[in-house]
């Protein structure tokens, strides 16, 4: 008796004692975007579900969970807070499934590989029985992994341990989101297509992002973690002369979506990490895709970080860690009617690659740069870029057209590296 009125006096202790001093512990899933954080405080701003009676807050701890919380996507104003690890390839009864319990009509990857050959079948767009039962799989895959989130939510992990496995998180023409403090992790695709190229290799192309915003408008992305962990495309093998890829973008941007804040993040261990704008074509991006990227640690990426056509994107206080051994493409693409407005960036390199190798343009005209460190070394990265391309890529220009004027205090390029080397990333909220 005596002891267990001890245990009790020095749990309630340890209780008063670490609340206050545990950051984490600050129930942050009714903040909101400060008004001048980037282009998400533009117009109404940015609240998620900040509004949320009492019966739309939800704890979860698995996928069944959270899709009850996500609610088919509504509206109504609600916080989700994710506690642990919540895997999204689970059945009803919370059972893992992995990709021969997606695989029917007799999908099988060696059958094919047989069909699609190129050398026997030629270039010509994969379609007949594996084909389709490789589309038969991959919705099967689909509707467990594709987790909608509609307007007027807001998505946090709980405490510093918040893990999404094999999720894709999608907004889709909704407005007003904010998903915060969440290590998404291998949104890993178990029947990726082959898409055939006339006349030269094709590419195996896949379905998943970490976070895919697709007509979305007001959106705050901030301390998330979004990798491939556990399933590097490094480490698949390569079929039809290319690397068969098991992952889309960490966070793609596309078809129109507007007004997103992307800050404190950290986006790893992955080949195409971030596409603003999915086609040279797609003139409904035009006056939109308007994207601030700000504090975010971009490691192990090889490319788009980010990709951008058509839009307004202000790029400050980056830091990019491009590891020695690992493939790397670039960092800034530079495409169609883009104005990246890039300040105070910083890249860290091995020897082999070069200020000069940063930034590629795919029809692009113009790029915004100041305050850029390379190596710890200012650099120019336009007048680098113009000085390197002379002969393929017409000359970029300085001037975008835009000056952004929503952000919040811009930091020099070297206390941004050491700040965003500290604090960016889920868990890792101050
Ligand atoms: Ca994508």
Not at 110 to 135: C, H, I, M, N, V
Not at 188 to 214: E, H, M, R
Request: with cysteine; proline share 3%.
């Amino acid at each position: 008796m005596r002891r267990l009125r001890q245990i009790a006096v020095t749990t309630a202790v340890v209780g008063v004692l670490c609340v206050p001093a545990h950051a984490e512990t600050r129930d942050i899933g009714r903040d909101t975007l400060a008004a001048d954080d980037g282009w998400a405080a533009y117009g109404t701003g940015t609240t998620g579900g900040a509004a949320a009676d009492d019966a739309h807050v939800f704890t979860v701890t698995d996928r069944a969970g959270l899709v009850r919380a996500l609610d088919g996507g509504s509206d109504t104003p609600k916080i989700i807070r994710i506690a642990g690890t919540v895997d999204a390839d689970t059945d009803d009864d919370g059972d893992h499934l992995d990709c021969a319990d997606y695989a029917t009509d007799g999908y099988l990857l060696r059958k094919y590989l047989t069909a699609y050959d190129p050398r026997t079948w030629g270039a010509a767009r994969p379609s007949g029985p594996q084909e389709e039962a490789r589309q038969a799989s991959a919705a099967k895959q689909a509707e467990r992994v594709v987790l909608t989130v509609g307007s007027n939510t807001t998505i946090v992990g709980l405490g510093k341990g918040a893990v999404l496995k094999g999720a894709s998180l999608q907004v889709r023409n909704a407005d007003n989101v904010i998903l915060r403090n969440l290590d998404l992790r291998d949104a890993y695709d178990c029947f990726p297509v082959w898409q055939p190229n006339t006349g030269g290799l094709g590419d195996w192309k896949t379905a998943y992002d970490n976070i895919w915003l697709s007509g979305a408008t007001h959106v705050w992305v901030d301390h998330i973690t979004a990798s491939d962990r556990g399933h590097p495309d490094s480490a698949e093998p390569t079929y039809f002369a290319r690397n068969y890829l098991r992952h889309d973008g960490l966070l793609d941007i596309t078809n129109a979506s507007d007004l997103v804040t992307v800050s404190w993040s950290r986006f790893a261990d992955h080949d195409k990490a971030m596409l603003i704008g999915s086609g040279d074509t797609a003139t409904g991006d035009r006056g939109r895709l308007r994207v601030t990227l700000h504090h975010n640690q971009f490691e192990s990426v090889v490319q788009r970080a980010p990709r951008v056509r058509f839009g307004q994107v202000h790029v400050y206080d980056n830091r990019y860690v491009v590891p020695d051994g690992g493939e790397y493409r670039y960092s800034l693409g530079v495409s169609t009617e883009s104005a990246v407005y890039a300040e105070n960036n910083s890249f860290h390199t091995p020897g082999h690659v070069e200020a000069a190798d940063l930034v590629k343009s795919w029809n692009g005209t113009a790029l915004h740069q100041t305050g850029t460190l390379f190596n710890g070394w200012p650099v120019d990265l336009l007048a680098i870029y113009d000085a390197y391309n002379s002969g393929s890529e017409r000359d970029l220009t300085a001037d975008v057209g835009w000056t952004p004027t929503l952000h919040g205090k811009i930091d020099s390029a070297g206390t941004a590296d050491r700040e965003v080397a500290r604090g960016a990333g889920a868990g890792r909220m101050l």
